[in-house]
């Protein structure tokens, strides 16, 4: 069974940094694309960056790109979220999640992780 499971997040002043980890078990993800969203209260989630697992090119939200980093570490099945530059309207859950290729729908996600941003 497939899991992924998020941490590193918390409390942070605007201007400041976090990383967060995705933890992925349970399948070879090789060819597989991983997501980072997220969901602040009362929004839906959106979209906020990709990683295809393969070879490591990324692709970004406007609102993210230069702020957000996304890496991943293939032998550890480690995918990275380094949030720099934070915002409070960067405050929200994140969740990471998989796809088993590019253009496919994300179809396993883990509990998200907390992220909060003080103005």
């Known amino acids: 069974q497939v899991h992924l499971v998020e941490s590193g997040g918390g409390l942070v002043q605007a201007g400041g940094s976090l990383r967060l980890s995705c933890a992925a078990s349970?399948?070879?993800?090789?060819?597989?694309?991983m997501g980072w969203f997220r969901q602040a209260p009362g929004k839906e989630r959106e979209f906020v960056g990709r990683?295809?697992?393969?070879?490591?090119?990324?692709y970004y939200r406007p609102s993210v790109e230069g702020r957000f980093t996304i890496s991943r570490d293939n032998a550890k099945n480690l995918v990275y979220l380094q949030l720099n530059s934070l915002l409070p309207q960067d405050t929200a859950v994140y969740y990471c999640?998989?796809?088993?290729?590019?253009?496919?729908?994300?179809?396993?996600w883990g509990r998200g992780t907390q992220v909060t941003v003080s103005s």
């Open positions: 990683i295809e697992w393969s070879d490591g090119s990324t």
């Open positions: 349970g399948r070879t993800f090789s060819g597989h694309v």
């Open positions: 999640a998989s796809a088993p290729m590019a253009g496919a729908h994300f179809d396993t």
